[in-house]
């Protein structure tokens, strides 16, 4: 079974997946007079029908046992989905390309800063939430509207994956 590198979180390195919700490193401008800084669209909400509506929520993830046999993804084919954690600790993101499936070699895993958000793209491929604490809480941005909008995809047992963080 291939064990994850779990990877530090970048906007580069996690640009085929979608973005990386920060202020570290990202552009902004005044407003409010100059009191505020505005990091102006970070991400951008993708949905699918003139019905859908982009809805904001707080996921309160439990800790799964580490370290963690991977058997599953899933993908959202409707919409985006964000996750920024909103108590500033570090979390695990983990994904593969989008595709008909998602191919066991071509999975990554990250590990957010806790000042990192991330923002999986329409059809991106990954883990439901990993919070390394035993409870966190996330505020979720992503698409509600007609129709089935969460594919999810089992391995072969050949095709399992390790994630094993340091403790
Ligand atoms: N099912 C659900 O709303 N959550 C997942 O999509 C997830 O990525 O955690
Ligand atoms: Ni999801």
């Given at each position: 079974m ?12 996690f ?19 100059g ?128 994630l094993?963080?340091?403790?």
């Amino acid at each position: 079974m291939r064990t994850l590198i779990i990877e530090p979180l970048s906007k580069a390195a996690f640009a085929p997946f979608g973005e990386v919700i920060e202020t570290d490193d990202s552009a902004f401008f005044m407003i409010n007079n100059g009191s505020t800084q505005r990091y102006h669209q970070l991400a951008t909400v993708q949905t699918n029908t003139p019905d859908d509506q982009a809805i904001i929520s707080i996921f309160r993830a439990e800790a799964l046992p580490m370290p963690l046999t991977i058997r599953m993804l899933e993908r959202h084919p409707q919409g985006s989905q964000a996750f920024v954690p909103l108590l500033g600790n570090p979390f695990l993101i983990v994904v593969a390309p989008p595709g008909d499936v998602p191919v066991s070699g071509s999975v990554r895993a990250f590990r957010s800063n806790g000042r990192q958000g991330i923002n999986y793209h329409r059809g991106v491929w990954h883990h439901p939430v990993l919070t390394i604490e035993k409870r966190d809480d996330f505020l979720v941005v992503d698409r509600s509207g007609p129709g089935p909008n969460c594919d999810e995809h089992f391995f072969e047992a050949h095709e399992y994956l390790l994630l094993a963080p340091h403790p």
